[in-house]
């Protein structure tokens, strides 16, 4: 019996390869890395200080910045402190942690995403009671509830994650502490764990995903009313950075999680977890400063300020 609780360290064994493609592949991730909190930042900052920007809709990008900074901040650090070290201990505990920061954020841009699309229905089929709607107490109070759902759900997982008999070998074979590789370690049934796991799926994946498809479906069918295709492009382009966020996000999760895993090599498995750790947090902010008019225009001001305050010798 004491040899259940005997794994107290995780050896994470990240990219195995030779010291020049992992020397290649810490300098991408360190520059990503490096991308992605000045894009992330950089958003928030516009969103906090312009004023054209104090609307709902920027107040949720804003929101979506700073999951991904954590999301990012969570994964990032330790998978290039791997890649150095050729392979790489975490403590039980913190392998634990890392997993329960991941799972929130993850379900946290799960229900942003789908409280976007509300905020695009509202916006585009309900214009007129928009701004009764969607105040900015009313956004806040959603944001937080999201926040609040995300934290309380994952942690349920976690803990009974936490709670089961791990007796070795203490090795994964993965980028970070995800839950299957996780429940591979265990010598106990996970058959509580993948029960709730299904369970609040539904709630965190499902519902939401119901929500964004049922939103674009009643945006669809009001956008085609507008008589002027000058109008219908106009209204269409408001949502476009958002459909391509929802569908970059899914359709990565989905590949990861949905489709069988099963004769997929882990190098796959570990590039396939790769892009929604670490490529979707950087691309974010791009989508929505490359295809947004309003952050680009807030952008150029706070730019023409710092010129303008430059002293001239």
Excluded at 38 to 63: A, E, K
Excluded at 120 to 132: E, N, W
Excluded at 234 to 263: D, E, N, R
Aim: proline fraction near 4%.
């Amino acid at each position: 019996e004491n040899n259940k609780t005997a794994v107290t360290v995780i050896l994470l064994l990240g990219f195995q390869g030779s010291q020049d493609l992992r020397t290649y592949l810490f300098c991408l991730f360190l520059l990503i890395y490096c991308g992605t909190i000045c894009g992330n930042l950089l958003i928030i900052v516009l969103v906090s200080t312009s004023r054209s920007l104090h609307t709902p809709m920027y107040f949720f990008i804003s929101q979506l910045s700073i999951s991904d900074i954590l999301l990012s901040t969570d994964i990032v650090p330790n998978l290039l402190h791997i890649l150095l070290n050729n392979g790489g201990t975490i403590t039980f505990i913190g392998c634990i942690t890392q997993f329960y920061v991941f799972s929130s954020s993850e379900a946290f841009e799960c229900f942003l995403l789908a409280l976007m699309s509300y905020d695009r229905y509202v916006a585009i089929c309900h214009p007129l009671r928009y701004h009764t709607v969607m105040k900015s107490e009313h956004s806040r109070t959603m944001t937080t509830t999201c926040w609040l759902f995300a934290f309380s759900l994952a942690l349920i997982y976690t803990i009974t994650t936490a709670k089961m008999d791990f007796c070795g070998p203490n090795i994964i074979d993965h980028i970070f502490c995800d839950l299957v590789p996780l429940l591979e370690l265990a010598c106990s049934a996970s058959f509580i764990v993948d029960l709730e796991v299904y369970f609040l799926s539904f709630i965190i994946v499902i519902i939401p995903s119901a929500i964004i498809l049922l939103s674009y479906t009643y945006i669809v069918l009001e956008v085609l009313k507008i008589p002027s295709q000058n109008d219908r492009q106009k209204a269409f382009s408001t949502c476009s950075s958002h459909l391509i966020v929802v569908s970059i996000f899914y359709w990565t999760m989905f590949g990861v999680y949905i489709i069988p895993t099963k004769g997929q090599s882990s190098t796959i498995s570990k590039i396939l977890s790769l892009l929604y750790t670490v490529f979707t947090p950087l691309i974010n902010p791009i989508i929505y400063s490359l295809r947004n008019e309003e952050i680009k225009k807030s952008l150029q001001k706070i730019l023409c300020k710092s010129n303008h305050n430059i002293p001239y010798r």
